[in-house]
């Protein structure tokens, strides 16, 4: 027998995440060697920070590490960091391993000497690690199921309650003070019809059913679905759900019933928890009415409000939210259940008493199962969610519910608010409302989408904040309920966030908690039941315990998120099982530690339960990764060949030209080509080799001409006459086949078939798809980045896009809405991360791109190229040349150098100047040596400007330099002063930089200075600033090493240095710069930067400023006498891992300080290019 069921989560204020990394080696018990490697026994995404945790002991003193692939080769070499502290009185040292320098996919695994070898883990995309666990986690809803209607699966589950279709409602009885124990009798309401309340989802490890629970629960998976990852299971488990919901909600007494089944009972009769049993045996219970067991086969039904009365408000929020959810889903393939969903999500809505709402909420019976207090976020959400349904709709009550979601959401961050849990929906609800508001163009409103994102931010950056100083980077708080529900939220949460804002703020973050939860916490324990290679085998679950494994393998239940770790505690008089495990061995105890204990053991509910909403989040979290997308930084592609990034043109038929841009800003062509007139221009693949060519088609004559280059002149490289197309058909290009070439394909206006041929030749069509309404513009491209197009419409008139990634007319479709009601569509992969996405071409010559195919903000706009009336293009018609895949910047610039500024002020003084007599020394002894650039406010278009420069670098196969310098109150406004605007022009202008450099390789210090000199600043501002900073920092991926400035040794101490870098984001930097601009000696900063490692938590690779240090300090900054260049830009074998010419030599530091008068900061000085030459 079990205790009763899980305990409600103390909700009050604590994150909740847990300690990161992953997964051991043997378990402890067995384990000969008393240290263990802690990793994501999953994996890591091949672009993100890379970190697993070594719990041993401080002995060990900064243990050696290898990396090792599958075939046996050391791939990385290294030493662990400095502890983190001490994690028990067993375990004194924890030591992270970074091994983010390994970027390569595959299996791999770590092996320290002394200790063992971890688990095999892989490096792969994002996509690729987390999809299986989403699709996974929905088996355990499989499970779950209630009713007739049951998935039998590995668990041999059988159909149970079949009274549960007639039955009988009762009044809300009266609880003990605290517990579930009943007082008196239970009394049916009178004349009460009976109620058809079979099948949903049992809600934990018990088999009671709540509508507060189940609606959460479902709304989540249905964010999933939206999001466009596939998973037939979850879409069924999705119907499961939201027809039980139905039966929960009856239209004509509007009687929203919130439970089926009672936990406890009184002397008389028992409840739910007081029998250990599979469901189906309920049906054979025999007791006399009211007596003994017959209420677990004669299960009451428990009202929230009587007939036409008012709902609590937080589950009229989500049950609304629930219906709305549904009917988005269903919008485009069927209209009319849409459309019922969405009058039962208003008509619930219109029911929430949120003036003077009842106290306690209506959550369970008891309010102790579910002891919620906040009901301001559900209000929110089920506005939201509504708004969104009814605009997919067309429903002109879309503004007003718009309105209220951000009055409501506006009242629930003046009160604070969490993190993404059950109790706290305000992480769902605030990014997509703040979506919603961009996407309807609304204003006036009590929020803004950036008041939404600041207010989830802070949320976030607490996490952050807690995750840097917790030993193994956990976000959130276990030693109370829930810590693996609040892990899953915290990943939830952040990863929308950077979709909506489309930044990588919290990518690295994101890594770090799925790390935890996957196996990189203190027990070294996936919380996921079957997920990795370690996890929960005896878990709080009647079915699992009674038809399942007791030891791991064979029938498990699969994807069930438990509790996770809980207080020491709370474990206090447990009596454990005597069946699983068999032993009886707490096969964790050696790992309790800072008040937090996982147990093991069947009877241990708070750790080891499973609950439908646990699972929820994760598996909403783990879809999300699963899909991609989210911000500027998408999985890196390791894959040899081009690197392809679509760009912009337009075809003017007034004047027979295609105009095509080089890069996606403002400008003019690049490129013209003359096209026939009458005829359509379109782009394509024809030969394969990566770059696009240009096709005409000419529906006079039925006539299609491709060229392999874009280019209108010379013999075309094909020319026919199509057999399957007429006079009236449009042209589309795509690969449909998969082998890398695009083919000829038309769409015929009115019936919208598009007609598909594999090769670009005459014949009839091999395929025809029908797709989309009359009107709708038809689109084809890759939207699941499988190598294969698919096709999607375009519906102007409601700015709704919808996208099929398979040739078939019998397939779902990704809905969403985007753009203004008139816009142009326009499809390419803006990003190169081999998928496509959609933009619009708006008039006169404005476009929206975005990096996801999804509502919210583009993430390229405020760009004009073309002219109204005007047909937009997209393709790759300039080859790009493929970075070495996987190498780092270090590797090479060790093979081939660093790059030289081609356009630097020295060079270009040496150009204008050749005749002077300095020339020739300026140029051999300062010009041609390889530099940093420097970007800022002067730079124009900083994503042109960034993507201009690593063209060149790249073209040249060597590593460019780049600092990053525009924070708003640059200099405290001294001789370099300037920078953005504001807090938001910097995190756009940061972004945008980040999108030119595009993961390239590349070394990027940011922003001197900046936290550093903050004398200038208030408190408030000096929190902004580093804010922006490590909103730099995230801005990053791919193949880019960052280094945020640290100042330098004359300046400010390292200790405080070490914690302005903690508050500034240097734990997802590369690491730090030291000296920029100043004259220390390569020595003494050294040491320098070698004490602020020795203050870090973990510490950094460093490099140094070496372009004026030869001959050390002189005792000014600006401009100073007797200072002279230092080594040239170059990697070194010990200390700093580079040395790097970032100031450039020769321009001046200010205007009239030191030795040169005039001559603003910036400036190049050919007198000071000397004097730095000879050192005088």
């Keep these: 027998m079990r205790p009763p069921v899980r305990t409600a989560t103390a909700l009050a204020a604590a994150l909740l995440l847990a300690a990161g990394g992953l997964t051991v080696t043997p378990s402890p018990a067995a384990a000969a060697v008393t240290s263990y490697i802690r990793l994501n026994q999953v994996g890591y995404q091949a672009g993100q920070e890379k970190i697993a945790y070594l719990m041993g002991t401080t002995a060990q003193a900064r243990p050696a590490f290898r990396v090792v692939d599958a075939a046996g080769a050391t791939v990385l070499s290294g030493t662990t960091g400095n502890s983190r502290g001490s994690w028990n009185s067993g375990y004194t040292a924890v030591w992270p391993i970074d091994f983010s320098a390994v970027t390569a996919p595959g299996s791999y695994t770590i092996q320290i000497t002394g200790v063992g070898t971890s688990p095999t883990f892989e490096i792969a995309a994002r996509a690729d690690l987390y999809a299986p666990v989403s699709r996974a986690m929905s088996q355990f809803f499989q499970v779950q199921r209630d009713g007739a209607n049951v998935v039998p699966g590995a668990l041999g589950r059988q159909a149970a309650h079949p009274e549960d279709v007639s039955a009988t409602v009762y009044n809300v009885p009266v609880f003990q003070d605290g517990s579930d124990t009943i007082q008196g009798t239970l009394t049916p309401i009178r004349n009460a019809a009976k109620v058809d309340v079979s099948g949903g989802w049992f809600d934990a490890g018990d088999y009671l059913k709540f509508t507060h629970t189940t609606a959460y629960a479902v709304g989540a998976l249905q964010i999933a679905e939206r999001s466009g990852s596939a998973d037939p299971a979850r879409a069924a488990e999705i119907d499961h759900a939201m027809d039980w919901l139905d039966k929960m909600w009856d239209e004509g007494s509007e009687v ?114 579910y002891p919620e207090t906040v009901w301001r976020d559900d209000m929110a959400y089920g506005a939201t969610e509504l708004a969104r349904a009814a605009r997919a709709l067309g429903d002109p009550r879309a503004g007003t519910w718009l309105s209220l979601a951000a009055q409501h959401a506006a009242n629930y961050m003046a009160d604070g608010g969490s993190t993404l849990n059950l109790y706290d929906v305000g992480g769902i609800a605030l990014p997509d409302l703040a979506e919603e508001i961009e996407a309807a163009g609304a204003t006036g ?152 204990r996982y147990l093991d053991d069947t009877e241990a509910w708070m750790s080891n339960e499973p609950a439908i909403d646990f699972t929820a989040t994760g598996l909403l979290a783990f879809a999300l990764l699963g899909k991609g997308g989210g911000g ?12 392809k990034r679509d760009t912009i043109a337009v075809h003017r038929s007034s004047a027979n030209i295609v105009y095509a841009r080089n890069s996606l800003s403002t400008g003019t062509a690049n490129a013209q080509v003359q096209v026939q007139p009458g005829s359509i221009a379109f782009v394509g693949d024809w030969d394969g080799d990566g770059v696009d060519g240009i096709g005409f088609w000419v529906p006079s004559t039925r006539t299609v001409i491709l060229r392999n280059a874009f280019s209108g002149t010379g013999n075309p490289d094909v020319s026919y006459v199509s057999t399957l197309a007429t006079s009236s058909d449009v042209p589309l290009a795509g690969d449909w086949d998969g082998d890398g070439k695009d083919t000829f394909a038309t769409w015929r206006p009115g019936d919208q078939t598009v007609r598909i041929r594999n090769t670009n030749s005459p014949g009839a069509s091999e395929k025809s798809v029908k797709i989309g309404a009359v009107g709708d513009t038809i689109l084809s491209g890759d939207w699941d980045g499988d190598g294969t197009d698919g096709l999607g419409w375009h519906r102007a008139s409601e700015r709704r896009f919808a996208l099929r990634d398979e040739l078939a007319n019998t397939v779902s479709e990704t809905p969403f809405v985007y753009g203004s009601a008139g816009d142009k569509p326009v ?106 650039r420097w970007f800022g406010d002067w730079s124009g278009d900083i994503e042109a400007a960034t993507d201009a420069y690593l063209d060149g670098a790249t073209a040249a196969g060597k590593v460019p330099i780049l600092v990053a310098y525009n924070i708003p109150k640059r200099d405290c406004e001294g001789q370099s002063a300037g920078g953005a605007a504001n807090a938001a022009a910097y995190r756009q202008w940061m972004t945008d930089f980040a999108a030119g450099v595009a993961g390239r390789p590349a070394v990027v210090v940011i922003e001197p200075d900046a936290v550093t000199q903050l004398d200038c600043l208030s408190e408030a501002q000096i929190t902004e600033r580093f804010g922006l900073v490590t909103h ?90 007797g200072v002279k260049l230092g080594p040239t830009s170059r990697l070194n074998a010990s200390g700093a891992e580079m040395l790097l010419w970032l100031k450039v030599p020769g321009d001046s530091d200010g205007a009239d300080c030191g030795r040169i008068e005039g001559l603003p900061a910036g400036t190049f000085s050919p007198d000071y290019a000397m004097w730095l030459i000879n050192g005088n």
């Excluded at 203050?1095 to 600006?1118: E, M, Q, Y």
């Design 827 to 932: 499809v390419g992969d803006w990003n190169g991360d081999g998928t496509d996405t959609v933009g619009v071409f708006r008039a006169p010559n404005s476009w929206f791109l975005k990096n996801t195919n999804a509502s919210g903000n583009a993430d390229y706009a405020e760009f004009t190229f073309g002219a109204n009336g005007d047909r937009p293009l997209a393709g790759d018609w300039v080859r790009d040349i493929t970075p070495p895949a996987g190498q780092t910047p270090g590797q090479i610039a060790a093979a081939n150098g660093f790059y030289t500024d081609p356009d630097s002020n020295p060079l270009a003084w040496v150009a204008e100047n050749p005749d002077d007599a300095r020339a020739a020394t300026i140029r051999e002894n300062l010009a041609e040596h390889p530099g940093a």
């Design 445 to 596: 409103l009590a929020v803004t989408p950036e008041a939404l994102l600041s207010h989830q931010r802070a949320r976030l950056d607490a996490a952050v904040t807690r995750a840097q100083t917790d030993r193994f980077g956990a976000g959130a708080e276990y030693t109370n309920y829930d810590s693996t529900s609040y892990t899953m939220g915290l990943i939830a949460q952040a990863h929308r966030y950077d979709q909506v804002s489309g930044t990588n703020t919290y990518a690295n973050f994101v890594q770090s908690q799925a790390n935890w939860a996957l196996g990189g916490n203190p027990w070294g324990l996936s919380l996921i039941i079957g997920v990795g290679d370690t996890f929960p085998v005896c878990p709080h679950h009647q079915v699992a315990d009674l038809n399942g494994s007791p030891d791991g393998t064979g029938a498990i239940l699969t994807g069930a998120a438990v509790n996770g770790p809980n207080g020491e505690r709370v474990f206090d008089g447990l009596e454990t099982s005597d069946s699983c495990p068999a032993d009886g061995v707490d096969r964790y105890a050696a790992f309790s530690g800072n008040g937090a």
């Design 632 to 643: 500027t930084g998408p999985d890196p592609e390791p894959e040899p060949g081009p690197r």
């Design 256 to 369: 929203l019933y919130v439970q089926v089944g009672l936990g406890g009972g009184n002397g008389d009769f028992k409840g739910d928890h007081e029998k250990w049993r599979l469901p189906e045996s309920d049906h054979d219970i025999q007791d006399p009415a009211g007596k003994g067991f017959y209420y677990l086969r004669y299960r009451p039904v428990l009202r929230a409000n009587a007939p036409g009365g008012q709902i609590s408000p937080n589950l009229a929020g989500r049950v609304s939210a629930a219906f709305a959810l549904s009917a988005q889903l269903h919008a485009a393939d069927d209209p009319a259940r849409a459309a019922e969903d969405l009058a039962k999500a208003a008509a619930i809505y219109a029911k929430a008493q949120y003036v003077n709402p009842p106290s306690p909420l209506v959550t369970s019976y008891p309010w102790s199962f």
């Design 1032 to 1121: 730099a920092v995230n801005a990053f991926g791919g193949q880019v090493w960052t280094y945020v400035d640290a100042g330098n040794a004359g300046w400010v101490a390292a200790a405080t240095m070490a914690e302005r870098l903690g508050r500034a984001g240097i734990t997802n930097a590369h690491g730090f710069a030291v000296n920029t601009s100043n004259f220390w000696p390569t020595a003494n900063s050294t040491t320098y930067a070698n004490d602020i490692n020795a203050a870090l938590a973990s510490p950094k690779p460093f490099v140094i400023d070496t372009s004026r240090n030869g001959n050390g300090h002189k005792g000014d900054w600006c401009n100073p006498t």
